[in-house]
């Protein structure tokens, strides 16, 4: 009988193990992920960053351009 429940208790560490191991290969691969997101969002961050210094410049360009063409229609 105290065999029994040594081969239990041997059983039950086992399948304790086993989870053990893949809640840890679970946590590799979500630290895997977590590094490809970082660096899918700074990526985006410097894309975002020449587009809306573009964008700035070029919309700058126009309003200078517009308030040169109205100065000129009005004779300035």
Known sequence: MNNDKLDELLSLTREIHHSVTEQETA????R?????????????EKRNRKQALLAGGLGGGIAAIGFELIRMKLGG
């Open 27 to 30: 946590i590799v691969n979500l």
């Open 32 to 44: 895997k992920e977590m590094g490809s997101l970082r660096e899918l969002i700074d990526q985006m």
